[in-house]
């Protein structure tokens, strides 16, 4: 079966968002264009390498094309995601790019596939391969993606100061502490 490329050349919306509470949270990339919604699963690590990237590649493009990096975006979108929230894959490759004909950052994420992936199917429209979400961002726009999936990653569970691993409300077994006392978050 050919593969399915979701193209989102202008989207009015690109974020990260979440469902569930903190320590059983799933990730989620959702792009809206018009009538049209796609959402993809991925891994809280995922959205935070992603923003990190992103940012890196607006720092590299200001530097060698000479442009300004955008500032803080204004409006942040706040909002939630759209629902009904209906995940069209899981995501297991990203890809990332600069397209300089319409000065876009270009984001790819493919579907998880039992196969190894050639990285040349990566921003390519081959027929051969997993299902792909491509969409381009303004710079503008990649910036805000960035600011506001760096929140979404932060908002989790609150880190212990001793070991740093995340705290439940209910506390956790500190490895610091050799197993012997369950740390909990009013000890702090």
Not at 21 to 31: I, K, V
Not at 32 to 44: D, G, P, W, Y
Request: with cysteine.
């Amino acid at each position: 079966m050919p593969r399915v490329i979701h193209v989102f050349r202008q989207p009015e919306r690109f974020v990260a968002g979440t469902v569930g509470e903190p320590g059983d949270r799933s990730f989620y990339l959702q792009a809206i264009q018009e009538a049209r919604t796609i959402s993809v699963l991925l891994e809280k690590q995922q959205v935070s390498v992603l923003a990190d990237r992103i940012s890196a590649l607006l720092q590299e493009v200001a530097r060698r094309f000479g442009s300004e990096e955008p500032g803080e975006a204004g409006g942040t979108d706040l909002d939630p995601l759209a629902v009904p929230l209906e995940e069209e894959f899981r995501v297991g490759t990203m890809g990332l790019g600069w397209d300089a004909d319409s000065s876009s950052v270009v984001v790819e994420l493919l579907a998880v596939t039992e196969e190894e992936i050639d990285e040349s199917i990566v921003l390519d429209d081959t027929e051969e391969g997993p299902d792909a979400l491509r969409v381009f961002l303004s710079p503008v726009q990649a910036k805000a993606f960035a600011d506001r999936a760096e929140r979404v990653v932060s908002a989790g569970r609150p880190p212990c100061p001793l070991c740093a691993e995340p705290l439940d409300p209910e506390g956790h077994v500190c490895v610091r502490l050799n197993g012997y006392h369950q740390r909990s978050p009013i000890e702090d």
